[in-house]
């Protein structure tokens, strides 16, 4: 097994971001005993001070699905129809599931880590001279800030829209902090130029000691998701400001949250940035599983727990030996700490059979009375149901064999309701599996994962493309082969689509395709925003599956869980009061 960047690991003596004087919109930079002068006069400091900003590249919001030593009860899945969060008491995942979001209550994450990120970049840059390193070495590390600089850009763009633009200035409390917040279009050329700037440099693909920084690869992929979301409804041709209404009580120029008028050429440019990315010829869906090779979508499974794979393009680095999602979304007999979230029946639906059919199909053999009999193997490696089959645990760590999940209410080969069930350890009747890895149990150093979180992988790149070729040019055949290709490593039988299908019809399995595959990524929250279909995803009773057995008998029960409302101004984020309240020129978004 190769192993990861040494960089990586120097978090702990890498630099802490946090304001001098007052918290906000682009802190200055404190340490502890460290100087700016004594950090860039030692190689490993510097060196430190680079991983640190690539520390939080995984944090897409204190709501990220990958942050939830920052926010728990659950990440962007819990904000939208993917999750229910596990506790009752109000996070942002609950105030933008029930709709009461508001600047006011909104934290001040992302954008905080954000500006503070793109500062330590500056910085980097700045100092990146006099630092005792190879000049090679320079070049590729002010390549590598690059991106991180547009990364969080784009974190920042996809949240509120158009941001304040503060290039290489490294700004201080001595002069007046000007938070005007750029253009959307501004902001999107600023990003793009970036992406272009860092990938004219850096290696098409990191691999050996290098592998988890920035690549080529990696600043294609992200240059295409950002055109993928400029090109959307909600971007091309905004009419937000007129759906939420005024922002802070001011009228919102259209251009600040998307382009005023729609270009059909933005879908081409995203297509065109997709096709770039796969046309490097390095990347593939994984086919590779350590544990069986045997059952349908193997390779499906198998992706999540490799440290090292050919799907990967951009990942968050995390310790070897880890268990980190075990600790949170495990049942409670397999000693998780109960704070990840819980998936929805909505969710469970929307996997199709494994002929490939939806199970609204009548033709696709879908029986609700034996409901996850004969569904697309994805659904088995990313949902926990009654009786699926995981390792068990002792009480010293170590496992001792395997045995099914008993979330029924009732009495099942004489075992009774027990702390695992609906209603008990699971407040919808499932439990999270995706990116588990099965070899690995909470708690414990003897069976953990050497996992990596992924980021930006392939199977994204293809849907991208198949969305943005859609919707410029149709269904064709380079769009069927993108969207097939991840059917058939799903292990789909058969994998291929219906022939003849619309652009309508295209665009509908496309969408959900993104769903399944791409579920607890943190994608869901945002693709029902841009495509402008949150009013008929996000205001939904969500449901929950209660199994209820005596003896040999099973019936499946649905039940309400949770209440959710969208409104308009919830397809962006609020700026937090805290810094709109101290820079007048930051005007609201609309709606807020």
């Known amino acids: 097994m190769i192993k990861r960047i040494p ?61 939830y030593n920052y926010v728990v009860c659950g990440g962007l899945e819990a904000a939208c129809d993917e999750a229910e969060p596990s506790h009752a008491f109000s996070t942002p995942a609950t105030q933008f599931a029930t709709g009461t ?66 290039g290489d200035t490294l700004l201080t409390y001595d ?43 990696a600043c294609l992929a992200l240059k295409a998701r950002v055109l993928l979301y400029a090109a959307s409804p909600l971007f091309n041709g905004t009419t937000l400001p007129a759906d939420a209404g005024p922002g802070g009580g001011v009228s919102v120029d259209p251009a600040l949250v998307g382009y005023a008028t729609f270009d059909m050429n933005r879908w081409k440019l995203a297509k065109d940035a997709a096709q770039a990315v796969i046309a490097l010829g390095v990347y593939s869906l994984n086919t590779v599983n350590n544990y069986q090779t045997s059952l349908p979508g193997y390779g499906f499974q198998g992706l999540f727990p490799l440290r090292v794979n050919t799907e990967y393009i951009f990942e968050l680095m995390r310790p070897t030996g ?24 909505g969710l469970v639906d929307a996997f199709p059979m494994k002929n490939g059919k939806p199970i609204t199909d009548p033709t696709s053999g879908y029986n609700p009375a034996d409901p996850y009999k004969d569904r697309d193997p994805r659904l088995g490696y990313s ?13 010293n760590g170590q496992t001792n064999g395997s045995a099914p999940v008993n979330i029924f209410v009732g009495n099942y080969n004489g075992i009774l309701t027990g702390q695992d069930a ?11 599996n995706k990116m588990l890895d099965p070899a690995a149990i909470a708690a414990t150093l003897s069976f953990a994962s050497n996992r990596v979180m992924p980021l930006i992988r392939y199977a994204e790149v293809l849907l991208n493309y198949a969305e943005a070729a859609n919707e410029y040019e149709g269904p064709t055949g380079n769009v069927y082969a993108a969207v097939e290709a ?30 399944i595959e791409l579920a607890y990524e943190g994608h869901r929250f945002w ?25 040999g008998a099973v019936t499946y029960k649905p039940f309400n869980v949770t209440k959710h409302n969208f409104r308009p101004a919830m397809y962006l984020w609020p700026f937090p009061l805290s810094e709109t309240g101290k820079s007048p020129e930051l005007v609201q978004n609309p709606g807020y």
């Open 175 to 217: 002069k007046p902090i000007q938070a005007k917040r750029n253009t959307y279009a501004e902001c999107m050329d600023y990003i793009l130029s970036e992406c272009d700037a860092a990938a004219a440099i850096l290696p098409t693909a990191q691999t050996g000691l290098n592998y988890g920084r920035a690549s080529k690869g």
């Open 422 to 432: 609906v209603h008990q350890g699971t407040i919808t009747g499932y439990y999270n």
């Open 322 to 345: 880890n268990s980190d999602l075990e600790n949170i979304c495990l049942p409670p007999s397999r000693g998780s700490n109960g704070t990840g979230s819980f998936p929805y029946q």
């Open 486 to 515: 991840v059917r058939q490593r799903a292990g789909l039988d058969p994998y291929q689509l219906p022939t003849g299908l619309t652009q309508a019809e295209m665009r509908t399995r496309i969408q959900n395709e993104r769903r």
């Open 101 to 166: 979001v508001n600047a006011g209550i909104i934290g001040e994450e992302p954008y905080k880590t954000c500006y503070s990120n793109i500062r330590a970049v500056n910085v980097l840059i700045k100092n990146l001279p006099n630092a005792p390193l190879k000049p090679a070495y320079k070049t590729q590390m002010v390549a590598e800030a690059r991106f991180l600089r547009a990364w969080y850009y784009a974190m920042l763009v996809q949240h509120y829209g158009g941001v304040p633009l503060v």
């Open 527 to 551: 693709d029902v925003r841009r495509w402008k279909i949150a009013p008929q995803t996000e205001s939904i009773q969500s449901m929950g599956m209660e199994v209820n057995r005596n003896g």
């Open 383 to 395: 949902i926990i149901r009654d009786q699926t089959v995981l390792l068990v645990r002792t009480g």
């Open 7 to 67: 960089v990586l690991v120097l978090m702990a003596s890498a630099l802490v971001y946090a304001s001098c004087r007052k918290e906000g919109f682009l802190a200055a930079t404190s340490t502890t005993n460290l100087t700016e002068q004594t950090i860039f006069a030692d190689s490993s400091r510097t060196v430190g001070f680079l991983a640190n900003i690539y520390s939080n590249t995984g944090l897409s919001a204190s709501l990220s699905r990958f942050s």
